[in-house]
């Protein structure tokens, strides 16, 4: 359902644009593999690793969900991931979505996932399904889609990525494709005043 004067929204943890040429290369050889389905393949400006989508918000609640936000302490300063392999949701046999697969040491993406719904809980959020470390890299077309039955091998390159904040998002759709926003950083433990934001296109 549309909101008056809302705001498309969502909390990330955002890659770094140093890693984004190597991630678009797994990309690559993922549409290769792919190139007899109809696939819309994500932007790679625009990779990213979504936390809570939150849908539309109205305009007036952005300040104090953000300043709530503001509020969550973590026992950590970043959050290590290696990119391990590719996954499709919700399965191979009827896939929706091909992303990048993460994996971590530890828990503390889960950790954040948990304060972040702690927080959100006041708002109306409930939690979301559970929580699976991914960049998602394309979107299978509703259109003359059909299962994965051969057999998908990508050779994916143990990438490292560190995160050190986490983002409230803003995605408005324009007719070449959305743009994302940020809203506001989070660093973690320390950090919590605003920095400049900054905007990925289409």
């Known amino acids: 359902m549309y909101v008056l004067n809302s705001i498309r929204s969502f909390i990330s943890l955002n890659i770094d644009s140093s890693l984004i040429s190597r991630l678009k290369l797994i990309q690559d050889d993922i549409r290769i593999m792919l190139k007899d389905h109809k696939v819309k393949w994500e932007n790679p400006d625009k990779f990213h690793m979504t936390l809570r989508f939150l849908g539309?918000?109205?305009?007036s609640n952005i300040t104090e969900i953000s300043a709530?936000?503001?509020?969550?302490?973590?026992?950590?300063?970043?959050?290590?991931?290696?990119?391990?392999?590719?996954?499709?949701?919700?399965?191979?046999?009827?896939?929706?979505?091909?992303?990048?697969?993460?994996?971590?040491?530890?828990?503390?993406?889960?950790?954040?996932v948990n304060e972040i719904d702690n927080k959100l809980n006041r708002f109306g959020f409930k939690p979301d399904k559970k929580f699976v470390p991914h960049v998602t890299v394309g979107r299978f077309r509703r259109e003359n889609?059909?299962?994965?039955?051969?057999?998908?091998?990508?050779?994916?390159?143990?990438?490292?990525?560190i995160f050190d904040s986490f983002y409230l998002m803003k995605?408005?759709?324009?007719?070449?494709?959305?743009?994302?926003?940020v809203l506001q950083e989070y660093k973690f433990i320390t950090n919590r005043f605003p920095l400049s934001p900054k905007v990925k296109r289409e």
């Open 56 to 59: 539309d918000i109205e305009e």
């Open 68 to 112: 709530e936000l503001g509020s969550v302490m973590l026992g950590f300063d970043n959050i290590r991931m290696t990119a391990s392999g590719i996954g499709f949701f919700p399965n191979q046999k009827r896939p929706n979505v091909v992303f990048i697969d993460l994996t971590e040491e530890g828990n503390f993406s889960e950790q954040l």
């Open 171 to 181: 995605s408005v759709l324009k007719p070449g494709g959305s743009v994302y926003e």
């Open 145 to 161: 889609r059909k299962g994965l039955h051969e057999q998908i091998n990508v050779n994916v390159e143990p990438i490292e990525i």
